[in-house]
Nanobody, 121 residues
Framework: QVQLVESGGGLVQAGGSLRLSCAAS????????MGWYRRAPGKQRELVAD???????NYADFVKGRFTISRTNANNTVYLEMNSLNPEDTAVYYC???????????????WGQGTQVTVSS
């Protein structure tokens, strides 16, 4: 079993910053892509940013220049540095990781429980 534990959400004023962390633990042989999605009230879940095992990063257009994703392979952790937050960024942010538990196994997709980010105007 694989667990993803997120932290760092909270309430912040517009223009402020937050840093989210997500640590993967459990039966892990290797991790492929790790990233962040979000679901705002009344909207579908959408990709925010991800980081592939090859070191490539992808960002949604609405966060480019404001958010930065980083990753520490040593402790299976991914971070999301969020700057210049605005009320439209209010959402539950979910960590996601593609994890293989054995050498011959397949990658499975795992999700964290989500962390609330609220940006007040």
């Amino acid at each position: 079993q694989v667990q993803l534990v997120e932290s760092g959400g909270g309430l912040v004023q517009a223009g402020g910053s937050l840093r989210l962390s997500c640590a993967a633990s459990g039966n892990i042989f290797s991790i492929g892509t790790m990233g962040w999605y979000r679901r705002a009230p009344g909207k579908q879940r959408e990709l925010v940013a991800d980081w592939t095992s090859a070191g490539n990063t992808n960002y949604a257009d609405f966060v480019k220049g404001r958010f930065t994703i980083s990753r520490t392979n040593a402790n299976n952790t991914v971070y999301l540095e969020m700057n210049s937050l605005n009320p439209e960024d209010t959402a539950v942010y979910y960590c996601v990781a593609n994890v293989k538990s054995t050498y011959f196994g397949n990658y499975g997709t795992y999700w964290g429980q989500g962390t609330q980010v609220t940006v007040s105007s």
